[in-house]
């Protein structure tokens, strides 16, 4: 019997209907977050809810066929992908070998300006006042060169093409590749080729947000064929001059060889190639008397750098010219030498790749060779002249063999075989055409900023802001080049 002073026993807890959610895992849990909405579905729910869904009826499955068998052939389907290790652009078949074009493609800093607007500017007239007609090379194609019909030609003078970088960007675009491309397409491939690869990298990049390609490498596979067009003709090409002005940019054809990758020699000539100016000039620009000395001087070396005046008759009449200038003036004129920009890191990095250097000049030994000293260069050599030892003035003669083009070019060969290497791997910088045997006799012939005459018989231009430029023809990179020259 309960005690009657007991309180009641309490029934055991249960959830009533009001209590209840229509999830079993959500009733039983010991912890249920807050905020948590009591509409969140969990399994049970599906489960639950699940007589209430229409499920549609399943699509319709292939049989299985078996094991792929000649009964029953596996089904192919052609992704249209093809996946391949290797190609004839890269690396070509045991046994055979494939021939690669490399064009280099330099942006030029200086924009052209576009041939479609006349420029404003005038040619000074015979009288020394302005002439209304304008400069010859600036008249574009929709404008004669003169007002009058008698004296107005038949056709009007044919202009070059608009340049497209306006249009595109300062830089090596895409479509600028594209157009180089289609150019190349044009050309007939050698017997037996069907088609032509092409693959790019960029070597350079400008110092801007976007970071615009300056520089770039195209290699192809196979090139022109030699039948129809040697490489030297190529380089020559209307329309590879018509691409460079149109894109304002400059190519560079080489042969994909080992030795391009690897040169052993470089030989510089040193006027207005290592340093800015013409030595010989500087010389007799300090002549006063008489006071057009050195407009004549520079003169006859103007003529003789454009192939116009043979060069070792051009240099001794100079060099009479200079009669009675004190020997003095060769160490005077050290401070006032120019070092073309990037000739410095350049040398410091071939240095590093153990690659000798040289110069070649056709101006006077004692500064050729002071500097040379200076810049860390291997080999030089220039011309002697005569002085008198009485008063210490030059007598106005050369001493022994001038150093033309043909001594350039037995030179940079003397060198080459002392040292025990292939002229393959020789390249010759020059901006004369008393530089052009040499670039000739070496495996790569490089133009800077040179006459026109010597443009177009180079192996290769650069008309930049930099000699430095001459490390991307031998497929560096612009990281690659920090390196060398750290």
Request: hydrophobic share 40%; proline share 9%; charged share 20%.
């Amino acid at each position: 019997m309960a005690d009657e002073g007991s309180p009641p026993k309490q029934g055991r807890p249960s959830l009533t209907s009001s209590m209840r959610s229509s999830s079993f895992l959500q009733e039983h849990q010991q912890y249920r977050p807050p905020n948590k909405p009591e509409n969140h579905y969990g399994i049970d729910t599906v489960v639950e809810d699940i007589q209430a869904t229409q499920i549609s009826s399943p699509r319709q499955i292939s049989p299985f066929n078996g094991i792929p068998s000649p009964d029953n052939p596996p089904r192919i389907v052609e992704s249209g992908v093809s996946h391949e290790l290797s190609h004839p652009n890269c690396t070509s078949t045991p046994g055979t070998s494939s021939e690669r074009l490399v064009a280099t493609l330099f942006y030029k800093s200086t924009p052209r300006v576009s041939n479609a607007v006349p420029s404003p500017q005038k040619v000074p007239s015979p009288q020394g006042g302005q002439s209304p007609k304008l400069a010859d090379a600036e008249i574009s194609a929709n404008l004669g060169p003169s007002s009058s019909l008698d004296t107005f030609p038949l056709e009007p003078p044919t202009s070059g093409p608009d340049p497209l970088d306006h249009i595109y960007g300062s830089h090596i675009s895409p479509m600028c590749i594209t157009s180089f491309l289609h150019l190349m397409s044009s050309f007939p491939l050698p017997p037996g080729s069907d088609d032509l690869t092409s693959a790019h990298r960029c070597l350079k990049l400008d110092a801007t947000p976007d970071h615009h390609p300056q520089v770039v490498e195209l290699t192809l596979s196979p090139p022109p064929s030699p039948d129809y067009l040697s490489l030297d003709d190529l380089r020559k090409h209307e329309l590879i001059y018509s691409f460079e002005r149109e894109w304002n940019v400059d190519v560079a054809l080489l042969a994909d060889t080992l030795w391009r990758r690897y040169p052993r020699l470089v030989v510089f000539d040193m006027d207005s190639t290592l340093i800015t100016q013409e030595v010989i000039d500087l010389l007799a620009a300090t002549i006063k008397d008489p006071p057009d000395l050195a407009a004549r001087v520079a003169d006859i070396t103007h003529r003789a750098m454009l192939g116009e005046l043979e060069f070792e008759g051009a240099f001794r009449a100079r060099v009479e010219l200079l009669t009675g200038l004190s020997a003095d003036i060769f160490t005077q004129l050290r401070a006032v030498l120019d070092v073309t920009n990037g000739v410095r890191p350049l040398l410091r990095a071939l240095k590093h790749l153990g690659v000798k250097t040289a110069v070649l000049s056709g101006g006077f030994l004692p500064l050729t060779s002071w500097l040379a000293g200076e810049l860390g260069i291997d080999y030089a050599y220039a011309n002697e002249v005569v002085i008198d030892e009485a008063t210490g003035r030059l007598t106005g003669e050369v001493k022994g063999t001038v150093v033309c083009a043909t001594r350039k070019r037995e030179l940079l060969i003397e060198i080459a075989a002392k040292e025990g290497i292939a002229l393959e791997q020789v390249v010759a910088v020059g901006d004369g055409a008393n530089d052009l045997l040499m670039m000739e006799a070496a495996g790569l012939g490089v133009a800077w900023n040179a006459k026109p005459l010597v443009q177009m018989e180079a192996g290769a231009r650069l008309n930049g802001e930099s000699i430095l430029d001459l490390l991307y023809l031998f497929g560096f990179t612009d990281q690659e080049v920090h390196t060398l020259i750290a």
